[in-house]
């Protein structure tokens, strides 16, 4: 690798350094295109905000910090004259394959749920809900002497019953209105599924329904600290929303701790999700939803919970409709067990800008290597290789055009010597671009092949973190691949590096200085310049380590790889690369096989020459008049 190589790399961490503040920073500017570009895509059916109108962020009820939603709710009333169950609230719970579910009459919600195939970093059961961090409420008008009365149903205790259909259970929660009418709950609980079926249904409530248009849903939960980084798994938690008939999905971005976010949409939404890092809570309408307001609200660390979440819904309503259907996802950020769903669900997944490099080549590998029953290391490992072999032909025409700078340099430091004042750099560079041009030497050969590459850097720098299937794997000292290795707690916080020392991280950054290393002994023209060596042998190190130490440790791991991998192909190439002999075949070129000039060459060399003519006339007319 050359110098602008060299460049290129710092420039790509640079980058990729400012994407990870960029992200931090609540990213803004890509939520706003977002926005736009969904926009223009739902213009041409737009659906105005049925009445009642919106409700207003107070209404969403998220409690102080440090308080879990479900202790916020108000105490119980009937203002609409619906009659009380005699018996007292209770619990049940129903499993499937993958789910623990338990179910409170109160309100005739699903108050809890445990994922069994998962545990959380300390290895406690995974709870998904738990009854304190829960609420739903379903609000309606009745007609009531002439008067519309407001009905809250978590102010009510139903009536619950479990029902049996081949692998299927179905749980169901009635509110009787009065003799004839009662409001149902309607859960339908599959063999082997994250999915679950609900419907509201309104039996025999239309004599006594108010003049209604919609009524509200209003869903709030408080996010568990379930991964042992809290600063890692609240950057990945967050509310999103899907617009019917749009790829993408919409987001409130990141927030720092006691932070929050909150945001009203009129317009039709078919799902709204409350995201953590790995595993997500989503309610999905059958019809769509036509209007919502948002909210998160950010907790402190140390209090082991990550955001508290809230959505007012509106639902359309017919007073001659009985069933309102939705269903739940309750489980992992799998990508592939999202895709399934065919509802942009996948988009849970946070693949960045170039997810496309994850969807159509990342991740189908990772899951080709799964099922030949690869171990997570010897995946990362092959993961690794094939990228690099991938990518080869890019990063050897980096290597050749940094062997062919080699080769000239007898005549760069000719030109060097030739041109030593700080004036005379503009003749310098252009006798440089001439030389370069006259034996075929193209400047940006070594930093193009790099740029090319910044897709799939980007892809895997934002895979690693949000593959849940590096969750709970151990790799040597690792106990978690999705979380940062410790091997020292420092018992204080360093900052911008933290409170421990990752060996994963800190063998990524010796072998990066090794790398880097190489290339400046393969470049000893650049000694003498003022800051080259810092910028080549030690930014990108220690830039590297501050940075990833509280990173996946499996993301490091596969840093680690490929700079191993990176540093033998760069040793192999200068064995199959005979730079005496290509540095004859380039000397001997004939003046007429010279590359021509480029239009923009041209140009520069013109640029070049009238700025190197003003300098000496403004150095001409600096000088001191002679006495006369």
Avoid at 183 to 210: C, H, N, Q
Avoid at 307 to 331: C, H, I, Q, S
């Amino acid at each position: 690798m050359n110098r602008q190589t060299i460049i290129g790399l710092v420039l790509i961490g640079a980058i990729l350094f400012g994407f990870s503040w960029y992200q931090n920073s609540q990213q803004k500017r890509l939520i706003e295109q977002r926005r736009i570009e969904d926009s223009l895509a739902r213009a041409s059916a737009p659906v105005p905000l049925p009445e009642p109108t919106m409700p207003s962020f107070d209404s969403l009820g998220l409690p102080a910090n440090g308080t879990p939603v479900a202790a916020n709710q108000t105490a119980p009333s009937n203002p609409a004259g619906i009659p009380q169950t005699s018996s007292s609230p209770e619990t049940f719970s129903v499993e499937n394959d993958l789910m623990t579910l338990q179910f409170s009459s109160q309100g005739g919600i699903l108050s809890d749920v445990v994922l069994k195939d998962y545990s959380r970093f300390d290895g406690s059961p995974l709870h998904l809900w738990r009854p304190d961090s829960e609420r739903f409420d379903v609000e309606f008008f009745l007609r009531r002497s002439g008067r519309d009365a407001q009905v809250n149903t978590s102010d009510y205790t139903f009536l619950p019953s479990i029902s049996q259909q081949g692998d299927t259970q179905q749980v169901s929660m009635r509110l009787p209105v009065d003799s004839l009418a009662y409001v149902e709950f309607l859960y339908t609980v599959p063999k082997a599924d994250y999915m679950l079926g609900f419907e509201v249904r309104f039996v025999g409530m239309e004599p006594i329904l108010s003049n209604q248009s919609s009524f509200s849903i209003d869903w709030a939960h408080t996010g568990l600290q379930n991964e042992k980084g809290w600063d890692n798994e609240n950057t990945y938690s967050t509310l999103s929303y899907h617009f019917p008939g749009v790829s993408g999905i919409e987001e409130l971005g990141a927030s720092r701790a006691g932070g929050s976010k909150s945001e009203s949409e009129p317009s039709r939404i078919q799902w709204v999700a409350f995201k953590g890092q790995f595993f997500s809570s989503v309610l999905i309408a059958d019809d769509a939803f036509h209007g919502a307001a948002v909210e998160y609200r950010t907790h402190q660390p140390g209090d082991h919970l990550i955001k508290d979440f809230a959505a007012d819904l509106v639902v359309p309503m017919d007073r001659d409709r009985e069933t309102y259907g939705f269903r739940m996802y309750l489980g992992p950020n799998k990508f592939s067990t999202l895709k399934q769903y065919g509802i942009s669900l996948e988009r849970l997944v946070p693949l960045g800008w170039f997810g496309w490099v994850s969807r159509w080549f990342i991740i189908p590998l990772f899951d080709w290597l799964s099922r030949i029953g690869l171990g997570i290391g010897w995946i990362i490992f092959f993961i690794t290789l094939i990228v690099r072999l991938v990518v080869f032909p890019l990063t050897f025409t980096s290597y050749k055009s940094s062997a062919r700078m080699r080769a000239v340099k007898p005549e760069v430091d000719e030109i060097n010597a030739r041109y030593p004042d700080q004036a005379d750099a503009m003749k310098k560079q252009q006798a440089t671009m001439e030389l370069y041009r006259r034996v075929g030497i193209n400047p940006m050969a070594g930093c193009l092949p790099m740029l090319i590459q910044f897709p799939i850097i980007i892809a895997v720098f934002r895979f690693f973190p949000a593959a849940i299937e590096l969750r709970g794997q151990s790799l040597w000292w690792a106990e978690d691949l999705s979380s940062y290795d410790s091997i020292l707690s420092l018992g204080f916080n360093v900052p911008f590096y933290g409170d421990h020392i990752s060996l994963f991280a800190l063998m990524m950054a010796v072998s990066t200085l090794f790398m880097s290393w190489i290339t400046f002994k393969q470049q000893p023209t650049q000694a003498g310049m003022p800051g080259m060596k810092f910028m080549m042998l030690w930014m990108m190190p220690i830039m590297l380590l501050l940075w990833f130490n509280n990173y996946a440790s499996g993301l490091c791991f596969y840093y680690l790889l490929a700079n191993l991998f990176t540093i033998t192909q760069m040793q192999l190439t200068r064995l199959l690369i005979d730079e005496d002999a290509l540095r004859r075949k380039m000397l001997a070129r004939p003046a007429k096989a010279a590359k021509p000039k480029s239009g923009f060459m041209a140009r520069l060399e013109e640029a070049q020459k009238a700025q190197a003519a003003a300098a000496r006339q403004q150095a001409a007319g600096k000088k001191p008049s002679r006495k006369r």
